[in-house]
């Protein structure tokens, strides 16, 4: 039956989880861990679905556990007590507190002898090592990070949180100028409202005043004021038909130089489109316990990081068949 | 003084070393090891050079020997023999031969309890690593690789081969509506052919037959006659001033889906878009002899791959650091 995964928590992450797991037939799907009434609770393909009180009396039933909460209030304390009884994956993205995030699991994991990979995903994630190796292969550089086209659910947050406002859909747009300077070369220096724009979509209630709505938009302080901003008033029916699906993605490029004089520029780039971020965070995951489980086989405790993890432990195939095909 | 390095063969790749190590504080070259006699090579950086019957008598002089032969006859016999003495990194890259290579070396290594890495580069190497994250990330999908723009150092000997070519360079270009297709989600099925054109800059002899050379070209089988062919004739200055350079690179795209029945798509992307493709190698392989003295320190011995080494062992930076800046 393969490997044994848990999903702890069924939001759009956790199903997610339990698509991507699909996917993958060395992996099986033992059930997700809710913290609502589990009766109320109906998974997309019929996983049996448990009161979180119920895992840790399934320990021999779990190889790994998917944590699916938050990172504001669920992760900071759920991974590091998870960790006590299943080796794990979160996703936890909180940037500036992900090395402390590390030293709490790192001291419980390497006590239970368990395995805990952390800050899982894209960004921290794949974007991590994208710009570990860029940085590692190209010494002298610099880095750069766009973000988008995608949905922010936090400015998206703060449009509705604005009188008259029935529904808004933010999206981050990376500006094309600054991205082809970069990818030209030409090294310029960026703050972050040099190298995105912010589309919104809202409905207005009815009779809103829309001027309002979009002067209150534009100089909301951090999320607008110093983005050039775009505002579209639309119908609730166009926001349901064309921005109900939250796509992400981004850039990361570096921009190097070699040579006697440093006279050879190079660019290495590597960039996601995806259609759901979600999902796509998710297959991440689980390609990540995959790795987890076979760390915690081979001895390797503690609190690690896709940075830590050899890339064949993320792969379904064998090492011989990857030399074989991929090298 | 950090980690001492011999560079192995002093061409375009070995220079490139030289160059790349100055770039990494951590390293130091402690010499070149030619089959020339060494009296008649001179180093862009004045480092020492010696004769390659020299290199065994220099065993604790060195912490890691980065080979810079060629495949077609070189490393094939070097990389075992000179396993035997030293931790050694090299760029095998005749794709068909990899997996044997990596047999062969694994024996001596682990017998002499050395560390080897062979075959970085970039492709085979890092288009490698984005094959293996994207297909564990993205389980359900299809994977292309376009190559260029750059130079085939292969399809501008064969054009020097045509009589009545007194110089050639050959560019290989990716097919830019081939490449959006892909970018897209299209998943067309592209053979080579499909994917590449190829753009010839002649210097023809004095009272040569262009028509003919030209028609030589476009028609000569595996090199030229499957895809689109343009040439262009050029003078010996032009060659000179235009086309001295070797730049290269490509892009390694994976499109996968995912959802309750596919619904989703994703599109994966690495490029690299390279001034000197030598130059930007020896950084490679540079970084690659860093992570194999890493790997024998811990005692981890054998033949490795790029595919095999946990990514923080690239980097001068450590984990925490790491951790801190890049997550």
Redesign the interface.
């Known amino acids: 039956m393969g490997i044994r995964i848990g999903i702890y928590g069924y939001g759009n992450l956790g199903r997610?989880v339990e698509?991507?797991i699909r996917?993958?037939p060395d992996l099986t799907a033992v059930g997700v861990f809710t913290r609502r009434d589990p009766s109320t609770v109906k998974t997309?393909?019929g996983l049996p679905v448990y009161s979180v009180e119920e895992a840790k009396k399934m320990q021999d039933q779990i190889d790994v556990m998917i944590l699916c909460g938050g990172s504001a209030t669920d992760l900071p304390k759920q991974t590091a007590a998870l960790t006590a009884l299943f080796n794990v994956v979160d996703s936890f993205d909180t940037?500036a507190n992900?090395?402390m995030h590390?030293q709490n699991v790192e001291k419980v994991a390497a006590a239970a002898k368990k395995t805990a990979l952390v800050?899982a995903g894209w960004d921290?994630g794949?974007f991590?090592?994208?710009?570990?190796?860029s940085?590692?292969?190209?010494?002298?550089g610099k880095d750069y990070t766009f973000w988008g086209k995608g949905v922010s659910q936090g400015h998206s947050d703060a449009i509705r949180r604005i009188e008259g406002v029935a529904d808004a859909r933010q999206y981050t747009i990376p500006v094309q100028a600054a991205l082809e300077s970069v990818?030209n070369g030409e090294n310029p220096h960026l703050a972050t409202a040099d190298k995105h724009e912010r589309e919104c979509f809202v409905v207005a209630k009815e009779g809103a005043d829309l001027a309002r709505i979009e002067q209150e938009i534009k100089t909301m302080p951090n999320y607008f004021a110093d983005y050039r901003t775009t505002v579209h008033f639309i119908s609730a029916e166009e926001m349901k038909e064309k921005h109900s699906g939250l796509p992400h993605g981004g850039v990361v490029v570096r921009t190097?130089k070699?040579?006697?004089n440093e006279e050879?520029?190079?660019?290495?780039?590597?960039?996601?489109?995806?259609?759901?971020n979600a999902?796509?965070t998710?297959?991440?995951l689980v390609?990540c316990a995959?790795a987890v489980f076979r760390l915690n086989e081979g001895g390797v405790y503690g609190c690690k990081?896709?940075?830590?993890?050899?890339?064949?432990y993320?792969?379904?195939k064998n090492?011989?068949e990857?030399?074989?095909e991929?090298?």
Chains 1, 2 share one sequence.
Do not use: C, W
């Open positions: 997610g698509l991507a996917q993958n997309l393909t940037h992900i090395p590390v800050s921290p794949m991590s090592l994208a710009r570990l190796y940085n590692s292969m190209l010494s002298v990818r190097g070699t040579g006697l050879h520029s190079h660019v290495i780039e590597y960039s996601l489109k995806l259609d759901s999902e796509f998710a297959s991440v390609a995959r990081t896709m940075l830590d993890v050899p890339p064949t993320f792969s379904m090492r011989d990857l030399i074989k991929l090298l």
